[in-house]
């Protein structure tokens, strides 16, 4: 009998198991893009920063891999954003987060009822934070269009990249903020417990 | 669900999921119908950024959901507020006093805004579906802005002036700010299924006798 691959709780070589580890993932994720905004923002309008403000979305694509998080603290492959689906179900990138690409583990990585209340319930909360953040964007953009003011631009630029992350990561970012650490597994096995029992 | 719209006194049956999905495209069929002349009239887009905000704000309470609540004229809403529960909890953390007791709503007022888990899920539901047009959005908006803001000249080379590609970005703005606010409560009003007529109807039970 083929013994069964260890499942990984390792994400971009953090460890994502717990949940003070998954939060301090989603900070960095985001100082690492405020980080990269700033500096597209402060170099503007030079060409290599337009090629830089490129990596934002490669990373916010990244990090949006982990869609659920299994009972055990590793992580399942089909990411909860849209875009993704094809990508997971081909088996690519998403699929090494796992490392269990068989038939039984497709099953065990449908979304049951929690799933999806837990899915729906952290797109809500994620909805409401980016309505909130689009209003002052669409000032900012009426005022800049209103009088040419040219500093306004870089600011509405910087507006479109921090919306533009927040529609690819927020959901996924709330998901792994709120989830709780699993539950403490116990070392008897179903063999060790029936020789218990003789 | 309120199965009827209360407008300028009229009763508006809105129990059967034909009445309601002719009420959301309406609604939308109205935001396009002004979006439009008021491009044609102000090329600058100024006219319609001003009729978007006024028309989510005076005309998206009679959905219901996020412009909703439980005082008029704001109680006309078909969808209960979708932070309800979430007034309740903050209302019965804090002690009452005259500026806190018109911010919150008072026992009588729960009804109106309490909702159940069902509706929590449709909430959650409509939310999930809604989020897909919202971040398409911005990210059409993010790659306009994208493409028009790098020197490479990749638009103008097909042909698309960067006036136009600016007037675009203003448009998928301010499309976006009202599908954030009304979509989540227009997907649930289009999808619900046949409601029965609210038996406390008054008009309703003259028919029954």
């Not at chain 2, 903050?90 to 009804?111: F, G, H, V």
């Not at chain 2, 989020?131 to 398409?136: E, K, M, N």
């Not at chain 2, 990749?154 to 600016?166: D, I, R, T, Y």
Request: proline residues 6%.
């Amino acid at each position: 009998m083929k013994p069964a691959t260890p499942r990984r709780r390792l994400l971009l070589f953090l460890p994502v198991g717990t949940r003070r580890s998954r939060r301090i993932f989603v900070l960095a994720h985001y100082a690492v893009a405020a980080g990269l905004i700033a500096i597209t923002t402060w170099a503007l309008p030079t060409r290599w920063s337009f090629l830089l403000l490129l990596l934002i979305p490669v990373l916010s694509l990244f990090f949006s891999l982990p869609g659920k998080i299994r009972p055990d603290g590793s992580l399942r492959s089909t990411p909860g954003f849209f875009l993704l689906r094809p990508a997971a179900r081909r088996g690519t990138t998403a699929l090494h987060l796992t490392n269990d690409g068989n038939a039984a583990a497709a099953i065990h990585d449908r979304f049951d009822e929690r799933d999806r209340a837990r899915r729906d319930s952290a797109h809500f909360v994620a909805h409401s934070y980016l309505t909130l953040a689009l209003i002052p964007f669409l000032v900012a953009v009426t005022v800049a269009y209103a009088d040419r003011s040219l500093w306004l631009f870089p600011v509405a630029f910087t507006g479109a990249s921090i919306l533009f992350i927040l529609a690819i990561t927020l959901p996924q970012a709330i998901l792994l903020w709120t989830e709780l650490d699993p539950a403490p597994e116990t070392s008897a096995t179903p063999t060790s417990l029936a020789g218990a029992a003789q | 669900m309120k199965t009827e719209l209360r407008l300028f006194g009229r009763q508006i049956q809105v129990a059967t999921k034909a009445g309601r999905r002719r009420l959301v495209a309406l609604f939308y069929g109205a935001f396009a119908g002004l979006m439009l002349l008021s491009w044609f009239a102000d090329a600058t887009g100024h006219s319609a950024s001003f009729w978007t905000a006024e028309f989510t704000i005076l005309v998206s309470p009679l959905l219901g959901g996020y412009l909703s609540g439980w005082r008029t004229p704001f109680s006309a809403g078909l969808i209960k507020p979708f932070g309800g529960n979430e007034l309740i909890r903050y209302s019965s953390t804090l002690s009452r006093n005259s500026i806190l007791a018109r911010i919150y709503p008072k026992p009588e007022d729960l009804q109106a805004i309490r909702n159940d888990e069902r509706e929590l899920n449709q909430r959650d539901r409509a939310h999930f579906l809604a989020w897909r047009v919202l971040s398409g959005l911005v990210m059409a908006a993010f790659l306009l802005d994208y493409l028009e803001g790098t020197k490479l000249h990749v638009l103008q080379s097909a042909g698309v002036s960067a006036h136009a590609c600016q007037a675009a970005i203003f448009a998928i703005l301010q499309i976006g700010y009202n599908l954030s606010l009304t979509l989540p409560a227009a997907i649930i009003l289009w999808s619900e299924p046949d409601l029965d007529p609210d038996p406390a109807d008054p008009a309703l039970a003259g028919a029954a006798q």
